[in-house]
Structure formats: C-alpha cells, structure tokens
C-alpha cells in the first residue's frame, strides 16, 4: 500500500497562504510522518531532506520557523516536531478497508 495523509478541508487555505518555501518543507517532512503525528528530522534525514527539496540548510530553517510561527508544527524536541492533526494526519492503517 502506498502511504497518503488525511488532508482537511477547511485548513487548504490556510497551508496554501504559506510561503514557497514553508510548503515545500512541509511536503519534505510529511515524509517521515509517524503514527503519532510526529517527525523526527534527525541530522541524518535533514541532511537528505535538504538534497531532495534542492535547498539550503538556511532556507530549511525559515521554513521550519514560519511552519512553527503559522502553528502548523510544534517543535517536542531538537529535530523532533509534532504536525497539527487538525492541518493533516496519517490516517490509521485499516480506515481504507471497506466493510461489508
């Protein structure tokens, strides 16, 4: 199965006022989005995160500060965030199965 996140609705505005850069940060983490609505963006995954999204480690920086500033994350820990659930989640494993 293919990983997808919730998207809602009401919050499209919001994240498409956002900066260039603060959305192409946003889509780069979605990435390692966990179960639990966190992202830990290691040294090791911002090093690579940087190389795919072709920016540098400053830029990284003032989209991951306007993400926090917007409250679309919240910084937990040093490279450790916690995506808004009300802004877009990963849904739980078998909310795609059909039930008959």
Same mark, same amino acid.
């Given at each position: ?38 992202v ?17 480690? =400053? ?11 917007? =409250? ?6 040093t ?22």
């Open positions: 199965m293919r990983p997808y996140i919730k998207l809602y609705i009401e919050n499209i505005a919001e994240i498409t006022r956002l900066s260039p850069t603060a959305k192409n940060v946003l889509l780069g983490i979605i990435h390692y989005l966990e179960d639990d609505n966190t830990d963006i290691s040294a090791h995954k911002r090093t690579k995160l940087l190389e795919i999204l072709g920016i540098k480690k =400053q830029t990284f920086s003032n989209g991951l500060q306007e993400l926090q500033t917007k =409250q679309v994350i919240t910084m937990i820990d490279g450790y965030y916690a995506i808004d659930p009300m802004y877009l989640t990963k849904p739980v494993h078998d909310e795609h199965k059909s039930e008959d």
